[in-house]
């Protein structure tokens, strides 16, 4: 038997705890067949159950505890981290956290998005922070934040930010969790904040960095992991 069908079956029966309304609950099905459906077409036109205007008031006008149905991700994704250690206690995988900065361009006026859309990189639209678990064949959504422009906190802030809610049952252990992050985090605030998690890092770095030498007897244990160079 396919291990992952009964996961998925309560990970579903989870989520529809989630709503109060019937009427949620049939258009959040409608909705979930559309993204499972495997077309790479997943819009509300394409429905048959449910009209398109039902499944835009679903997702743009409904009132649905957010919180409880991210409770209940991370609850699942703890659930299985923990099962898959339980059964190879002697080959544990590597936990890798991974944060990807993702930007949603949008073109035209979105009133209810005022204030997330901004340009970063040129391009325009709502740019997120993402933070994933990986370990062995999972791939587990854990964590997002919505960066609101200059003069708010940056993304590299915004990963850090991430970071704190991973619970430290999950940093513990033998094998080092690692971090991986694209060149839109790589400064130094980043870096040293990950390395005090315990954390071994990879990220991306832009070719135009220079590297600057420590200056001697200044380097701390955790300085040293980053290397004898510091970005400028």
């Known amino acids: 038997m396919d291990p992952k069908a009964p996961r998925s079956r309560r990970l579903y029966s989870d989520i529809l705890t989630c709503f109060s309304r019937s009427q949620h609950r049939a258009s959040f099905k409608v909705f979930l067949d559309l993204l499972l459906d495997g077309s790479g077409r997943s819009l509300p036109v394409r429905a048959t159950v449910k009209s398109p205007a039902a ?3 679903f997702l743009n006008h409904a009132a649905w505890n957010n919180r409880q149905f ?14 898959g ?3 190879r206690p002697h080959q544990r995988p590597r936990l890798d956290l991974l944060i990807d900065l993702t930007s949603l361009e949008k073109s035209g006026k979105f009133a209810d998005l005022a204030d997330w859309m901004h ?4 391009v325009h639209g709502v740019h997120l922070m993402v933070l994933y678990l990986c ?12 960066w609101r422009g200059k003069g708010t906190p940056s993304p590299a802030q915004l990963a850090l930010k991430l970071l704190r809610t991973v619970p430290p049952v999950l940093l513990s252990g033998k094998r080092r969790p690692r971090l991986h992050a694209d060149g839109g985090v ?5 870096i040293q904040g990950v390395l005090a998690h315990g954390l071994n890092i990879v990220v991306g770095v832009r ?3 220079k590297f600057e030498a420590w200056p001697s007897g200044t380097r701390s244990h955790g300085q040293r992991r980053v290397g004898q160079a510091l970005w400028t």
């Open 55 to 57: 499944i835009s008031r």
């Open 70 to 83: 991210c409770r209940v991700m991370r609850q699942h994704a703890l659930q299985l981290l923990r099962s």
């Open 85 to 87: 250690w339980r059964i």
């Open 119 to 122: 340009t970063f990189n040129s």
């Open 135 to 146: 370990c062995g064949q999972l791939r587990l959504p854990w964590a997002v934040q919505v």
């Open 186 to 190: 790589e400064s130094i605030e980043f």
């Open 207 to 209: 070719f135009t960095r």
